[in-house]
């Protein structure tokens, strides 16, 4: 069993920075693509960013050039830096997380709410 933690979230005014975490444990043998997903109140989920193993990554357009993806693989975390957040960025963030355990796995966290509103 695998499990994925999410921090990071919470009100921030137009213009701000999070960071939001994603931590996995558990029965791990390793770990391919990490990503973040959004899903606002009335809205579809959605891709935000993703990074694979080799490093390689890609974002939605509206988030390219202020948001970061990153990943510290010693600590099976993934990251995202969000800089001049707007209040369309209003949304609960998800991370996914494909993991190999016998065979590959798709994981979901339990989702930060990100609120962007002066």
């Known amino acids: 069993q695998v499990q994925l933690v999410e921090s990071g979230g919470g009100l921030v005014q137009p213009g701000g920075s999070l960071r939001l975490s994603c931590a996995a444990s558990g029965s791990i043998a390793g770990i391919n693509s990490m990503g973040w997903y959004r899903q606002a109140p009335g809205k579809q989920r959605e891709l935000v960013a993703t990074i694979h193993s080799g490093g390689s990554r890609n974002y939605a357009d509206s988030v390219k050039d202020r948001f970061t993806i990153s990943r510290d693989n010693a600590k099976n975390t993934v990251y995202l830096q969000m800089n001049s957040l707007e209040p369309e960025d209003t949304a609960v963030y998800y991370c996914?997380?494909?993991?190999?355990?016998?065979?590959?796995?798709?994981?979901w966290g339990q989702g930060t709410q990100v609120t962007v509103s002066s």
């Open positions: 996914k997380v494909g993991v190999y355990s016998t065979r590959w796995w798709t994981y």
